[in-house]
């Protein structure tokens, strides 16, 4: 069977089938027989060529995480992306950049005015999480549209912040 | 001795502080902010009480709320664990007033040590070795050229103004003393508008190296050798080790009887540290002494085996220490990792969210100082700590490897940790050959991106995710067949996310 998914918001297509007892994986490039059995809802053990692997799991929505020899690997189900934006922004239907809180906070300061012209990289706003402060930037020269929140603001992520026109 | 205590903090920490508090027969009660109500200290306090929101000013930091919470409960002493009010004299002389016993030092000790100023001058008449600098700012050049003579080269100038590198220069002979100085001077105008700068010795290769002390009230101090804390991004510590592997016995008897001598000139009684820095060529300077139980104390704990949290109790308690110092003795070695809630592959941006599953590492010589567990929230209004993993082994080689056996072990899956990071860290032949200065990271991991796509492990992953969509309780989830309903009119409104709202 064909599976699509995302890795590091990138799109990965790969195939998986169900053969005497083994699984047949192939992206393609490769092709693995595998031997893989569940051990508990957070565990499965995977056999390739005679080398175990131990590999943990856990889910949270649509996000399944995996912990492979220490790294952890995060995998979404695919969905249409819009290149050339960084994460974080959204390109909104007037075609203005919507910056959104990277992880939920607390706005200390907000650096910019409305029809303030900014450069890219220039610090927009400061947003405080975990006693640290995080500069947010702006990815574009471009001009500032609309301020959304204000200093002393709790945000969310995704919490939209400052919408940009780029120039 | 205490029949209960008020334990002023939370996470990993007032964790520990209960525990030992319940292994003494005492009552504990923890206290929390709103979103902490689940947390791992709450859960394991004979009682526990809120004191207020989120914001730690308005519930950890607020003094009232706290005395009111001790008073209530009956608590005869407050343990304030290590941040927040622990090194606040002023709520030191709070509880003194109000006759709870502050688990600490006494609060004209706390205010000495805590003024650089103050402290500085009480300790250079008693002998102890401070970083030499000028006390003053001459803006005269031939008067700074006799001073660096005095200091002795390398010197450091500093901007007076200054902070963030700005003006700063190192110089390492006469020579390039004028140009130096007149370019820190040119630069020190620009950025601050205040040409004045002073020197300061230069430490070549600095090792951060600080002595554990308990002090009663009874006029007896002992040192508990030190610890290594070297290893240091952005100022804060990450990995702590002892013993160092820079001192000899000789340099430890005398840095080890110099930190006893700054506790009793202070006045100081309880645990506490004192830190100094120990350049390449085994000179040591003090540098501040931490009035606490400090993030690290474990590795003390598991090389003398004294519990150091104990101690405190029955030195606030009135008790007498029961040993010297000629009873103490430093065993095997010992290093701790601490475990950050933090994205390495992100700048090390705090990383917060639901632990989905979480699973410590176990075995000989292990020992795990935890405040969270599966399922638990990381709130975002604190530091990012999670736990510190810390082992002990007969000698150092194989500490090593027990800590990295240890992280490679730990899995935390949800929210973003360091442990990938330290167990690289720990893994480096530098490391490994006791090369450990404060600029560690910054030489040996200023680029460091992991492992971050391993062909063959990215391949494991998409496989287990196509065998989880095969017959875990989602199946069909990412299976192409399905993606009728992906293409649907919904997402050509621009970039659409999964559980976005």
Same mark, same amino acid.
């Given at each position: ?106 706005v200390i300061k907000i650096c ?11 610090t927009?706003a400061i947003v405080e999480?975990?006693?640290?402060e995080?500069e ?15 200093a002393g ?15 | ?26 009552? /504990?009660? =923890? ?10 200290? &709450?859960? +394991?306090?004979?009682? %526990?009480? *809120? ?89 005269? /050049?031939? =008067? ?10 390398? &010197?450091? +100038?500093?901007?007076? %103004?200054? *902070? ?338």
């Amino acid at each position: 069977m064909e599976f699509e998914f995302l890795l590091n918001e990138v799109l990965q297509k790969i195939s998986l089938e169900k053969k005497e007892g083994f699984y047949i994986f192939s992206d393609g490039e490769k092709t693995y027989e595998a031997d893989i059995q569940q051990i508990s809802p957070h565990q499965i053990s995977v056999l390739i060529d005679d080398v175990s692997f131990r590999i943990y799991t856990a889910r949270d929505k649509d996000c399944r995480y995996f912990l492979i020899d220490g790294q952890q690997f995060v995998i979404k189900e695919p969905t249409e992306q819009v290149e050339g934006f960084r994460e974080g922004e959204e390109k909104t239907s007037e075609g203005t950049l919507l910056v959104k809180a990277p992880m939920p906070g607390k706005v200390i300061k907000i650096c910019v005015s409305v029809k303030d012209e900014v450069r890219k990289n220039q610090t927009l706003a400061i947003v405080e999480a975990m006693k640290m402060e995080n500069e947010i930037k702006a990815s574009v020269d471009s001009m500032i549209k609309e301020i959304h929140v204000k200093a002393g603001d709790l945000v969310d992520s995704e919490t939209p912040l400052i919408e940009l026109e780029p120039l | 001795m205490f029949k209960k205590i008020l334990v002023a903090n939370r996470g990993e920490i007032a964790v520990r502080i209960i525990k030992a508090c319940q292994e003494m027969g005492i009552c /504990t009660v =923890a206290v929390f902010s709103d979103v902490d109500r689940l947390s791992l200290h &709450v859960q +394991i306090a004979d009682e %526990a009480i *809120g004191i207020g929101p989120p914001p730690a000013v308005e519930s950890y930091l607020n003094m009232d709320r706290i005395i009111q919470t001790a008073r209530k409960t009956g608590a005869d002493a407050i343990h304030p664990g290590y941040g927040f009010l622990a090194e606040n004299a002023a709520f030191a002389r709070r509880c003194e007033k109000e006759k709870i016993v502050f688990i600490g030092p006494n609060s004209d000790a706390l205010e000495l040590v805590g003024d650089k100023v103050r402290s500085r001058q009480t300790l250079e008449k008693a002998d102890i070795p401070i970083i030499p600098g000028m006390k003053g700012i001459v803006k005269d /050049t031939s =008067a700074i050229r006799a001073e660096a003579q005095k200091i002795g080269y390398p &010197v450091m +100038i500093k901007a007076s %103004a200054g *902070g963030g590198g700005k003006g700063m220069r190192v110089v390492f002979d006469e020579k390039e003393l004028t140009p130096a100085l007149e370019a820190g001077m040119r630069e020190a105008k620009s950025a601050f508008g205040d040409e004045s700068v002073y020197l300061e010795k230069y430490i070549q290769e600095p090792r951060h190296v600080e002595f554990q002390v308990l002090a009663d009230n009874h006029g007896n101090v002992i040192h508990l050798f030190e610890r290594e804390c070297s290893i240091q991004r952005r100022h804060q510590k990450i990995v702590e080790e002892t013993p160092s592997q820079a001192l000899d016995s000789g340099l430890r008897t005398r840095m080890g009887e110099t930190a006893r001598k700054v506790m009793q000139v202070s006045g100081y009684n309880n645990a506490g540290t004192v830190e100094f820095l120990l350049d390449k060529d085994k000179n040591f300077y003090f540098l501040e002494v931490n009035a606490r139980l400090q993030v690290e104390h474990p590795v003390t704990e598991l090389t003398t085996g004294i519990d150091l949290v104990h101690q405190q109790i029955k030195i606030a308690a009135g008790e007498m220490l029961s040993f010297g110092q000629e009873d103490m003795e430093q065993k095997g070695h010992a290093i701790e990792c601490r475990i950050y809630a933090e994205d390495p592959h992100n700048n090390f941006l705090p990383s917060s969210g639901k632990i989905l599953y979480f699973k410590e590492p176990h075995g000989p010589g292990v020992r795990h100082d935890c405040g969270i567990y599966s399922g638990w929230d990381v709130p975002i209004f604190y530091d990012p700590i999670l736990a510190k993993l810390i082992v002990w082994a007969e000698n150092r080689e194989v500490a090593c490897e027990r800590m990295i056996k240890a992280l490679d072990d730990y899995v935390i899956l949800g929210v973003q940790t360091s442990i990938r990071f330290l167990r690289d860290l720990i893994g480096h032949p530098q490391f490994h050959k006791g090369n450990t200065t404060t600029s560690f990271i910054p030489d040996h991991f200023a680029d460091w991106t992991g492992e971050k796509d391993s062909e063959e492990k990215r391949r494991l992953a998409l496989l287990v995710a196509a065998f989880d969509s095969l017959t875990g309780p989602t199946s069909g989830k990412g299976l192409k067949t399905a993606k009728k309903e992906i293409y649907s009119p919904w997402l050509s409104l621009g970039k659409w996310r999964l559980g976005g709202k």
